[in-house]
C-alpha cells in the first residue's frame, strides 16, 4: 500500500514537500510517480523517478520547480514543489508500477496512493 502525506494549504510562491510511504511490499524496484488531479479536471501525471534514482521524468508545467526523489531504504518517494501557483492546486496522488519505464500514462500504473491535498491560495 502507498500512503501520501504533507499536503496542505500555502501560499503563492510558497513550498510544500509531499511524501510516499509504501507498507506491505517493497517498492525499491519500482517505478514510482506522482499524478495530481484539479476539481473537474482528469488526473494528469507530474513527476517520475526509476527504481535506480537515475532517471527523473517531469512534465512541463513542473519543470525547474518541483523535484522527486526516493529513499530506498525507507521505501519512500518524495516530491519537493517549489514556487507553487495556484493552478497546482489538487489532489496529488503517488503510484507505482512493476515496469522500468517511466510513463506518464495514468492506467500503467499498478498501486495508488489514496492521495494528498495541496491547495495554493493567490
Known amino acids: 500500500q502507498l500512503q501520501a502525506s504533507g499536503g496542505g494549504l500555502v501560499q503563492a510562491g510558497g513550498s510544500l514537500r509531499l511524501s510516499c510511504a509504501a507498507s506491505?511490499?517493497?517498492?525499491?524496484?519500482?517505478?514510482m510517480s506522482w499524478f495530481r488531479q484539479a476539481p473537474g479536471k482528469e488526473r494528469e501525471f507530474v513527476a517520475g523517478?526509476?527504481?535506480?534514482?537515475?532517471?527523473?521524468y517531469y512534465a512541463d508545467f513542473v519543470k525547474g520547480r518541483f523535484t522527486i526523489s526516493r529513499d530506498n531504504a525507507k521505501n519512500t518517494v518524495y516530491l519537493k514543489m517549489n514556487m507553487l501557483k495556484p493552478e497546482d492546486t489538487a489532489v496529488y496522488y503517488c503510484?507505482?508500477?512493476?515496469?522500468?519505464?517511466?510513463?506518464?500514462?495514468?492506467?500503467?500504473?499498478?498501486?495508488w496512493g489514496q492521495g494528498t491535498l495541496v491547495t495554493v491560495s493567490s
Open positions: 503510484a507505482a508500477r512493476t515496469n522500468l519505464v517511466i510513463t506518464p500514462t495514468a492506467r500503467s500504473y499498478d498501486y
Open positions: 506491505g511490499r517493497t517498492f525499491s524496484s519500482y517505478t
Open positions: 523517478i526509476s527504481w535506480s534514482r537515475d532517471t527523473t
